[in-house]
């Protein structure tokens, strides 16, 4: 999945993200709360509305593309029908309209006059408060627009919850994931990717861990014991620092969301978008020498990533950036080669940024 335009709209709290363009890679810059983190909440939320897991008063347009390029423009709205007894407290909404098109073909839309599918009405029972994508998500013509969607991902900090632990030993999913891409491409936690790769593809593994040492110097070793096929323990991930053994339990959070980070740029499925908020508190800014190392273009992933911290921005080509600013409620994203006074030649971009009109005036409104 690529996402090429957005807009979004939240009748219910009156946030307006305005159309915006996305590239490969992305940094969305600008002052505190004009609405960068906003943007991406946005965006999962519309995952959220494909997967029935998203009730709020919203308008969204949203234009992308399939793993194989196919291009796909979706749009919707929700509304509350006012003859619709609902509880207190209780958030139903009904779909509006919702209108998909694929290769700028039409496949499915409703509106007050009925469902459409593939140019015919609709043959399906749907449901007022879940989107076409939810329900027909069987359907063979739905299945790869739901897969791509399923493809958004917020990086978090690696979590190895107890509710997530399979029951199975791991050594059983050496038979049942024994590609690289079978891996990938399931739902297994990061946590767990990381230990078959150990096991299965070396190589990657030693990818990995190398990258991650790159970025703390006093780290000489990472590795994974208690792999055993007579026991269901979860095995250890380690890194060896000044000599000494640390288990994945006792590292701090910064070093397990680099290590994540990293993790993820291997084992998530091709194609994949991740967003994350405020990359230096996230990552660090020890980390942005790292994306060069990174094999990310090559997987095609897409990332759209906010920050306000100037080393990091200062630090990130220009061509990557993504102004936001905002009038009132509704947040505007222009491309930082839109602005003549921003000169790519000159050694200290942060400045020129900051003394962009644009940029110091931020919030309006």
Known sequence: MRIKRFSYKNKATGWELAPMEFGDFNL?????????????RAILNVQKIAEGDFFENTEWKINFDLDNGTDCLWSGEFGQNPDEFVLPGVNVQDFVKEKFCLASDLLFKRDEHGAVFHNTASPFDLPTNESFIDTLRSHADIIPIRDSLSKIFNSETITIRRDLIVRHNLYEFLEILPSLETIQRSKLPTYFKLVLVYKLFPVIFEEIKDIFISVFPNVTDMQITGFDKNSAALPILSIEENQIMIPHKNMST????????????????????????????????????ILSELP??????QFIITSHHPYIINNFPMAYWKIVTRQGSVVTVKNATDFEELNPSKVDAFVQLMNLEEYKEGING
């Open 28 to 40: 969305l810059v600008g002052v505190s709360g004009v609405g960068k983190s906003q943007i991406l």
């Open 254 to 289: 910064g070093m397990l969301k680099v290590l994540r980070y990293i993790s993820e740029v291997y084992l998530l499925p091709p194609h994949s978008v991740i967003l994350i908020d405020e990359f230096e508190n996230s990552l660090g800014v020890n980390c942005i020498d």
């Open 296 to 301: 990310y273009r090559q997987r095609g992933l």
